[in-house]
Structures are given as structure tokens and as C-alpha cells.
Nanobody, 118 residues
């Protein structure tokens, strides 16, 4: 198993940037493909970005493509989400998750809040 802890959320003005981090402990995060998801108030949790185990392949939701970048440092067991050109509609709780042997995202962090003011 792996335990995930997100950090880096906060309040930022529209157009600003934030970098979220997801630190893994337990089984090393390099064993897992990783993803970021977000849940806005009153809405369902949705996919944001994913990265494979080596970091060589990434994928993004259309809503963040060109603005967000997912990356990982396997030596530090950490996955990042660099968020640029933030918009008020990016306001949400952001979660990182690890894809387990089942093929689904089996392990989740507790989330970090991001608020973008207009």
C-alpha cells in the first residue's frame, strides 16, 4: 500500500499559479501510475491529469490542457501539479491518487484546497 499526502493549496488570484505536491510513503510511488483529480463545491470529483510510472507519458483533461503540468520525482516519491493561468472555475479540492493493480485509482490522499479569486 501507499499513503499519499497533498500540499501546496491556497488562495490565489485569477491568472496566478500554484504548485501542488503529493508525497508518497509506504510502498514507493514509482510502483504506481499517479493522477490528480478535483472536486468543486457541489460537484462530483473529476479527472485532472495523469502520469505513468516513469513520468514519460502524461494526460490531461481538456479543461486544464496547456495550463497545468503533471510531473514526478521518483527519487523523492513525489508527484507535482503545476497550475498556471488559474481561473475561478479551477476552485476545488484537489486529490492525488495512485493506480493500483486493479487498474483503478485505489489509493487517495486527503485533498488540498485551491481557491481562485476573480
Amino acid at each position: 500500500q501507499v499513503q499519499l499526502v497533498e500540499s501546496g493549496g491556497g488562495l490565489v488570484q485569477a491568472g496566478g499559479s500554484l504548485r501542488l505536491s503529493c508525497a508518497a510513503s509506504g510502498r514507493t510511488s514509482s510502483s504506481y501510475a499517479m493522477g490528480w483529480f478535483r472536486q468543486a463545491p457541489g460537484k462530483e470529483r473529476v479527472f485532472v491529469a495523469t502520469i505513468n510510472r516513469s513520468g514519460g507519458s502524461t494526460g490531461y483533461a481538456d479543461s486544464v490542457k496547456g495550463r497545468f503540468t503533471i510531473s514526478r520525482d521518483n527519487a523523492k516519491n513525489t508527484v507535482y501539479l503545476q497550475m498556471n493561468s488559474l481561473k475561478p472555475e479551477d476552485t476545488a479540492v484537489y486529490y492525488c491518487a495512485a493506480r493500483g493493480a486493479s487498474g483503478g485509482y485505489d489509493f487517495w490522499g486527503q485533498g488540498t484546497h485551491v481557491t481562485v479569486s476573480s
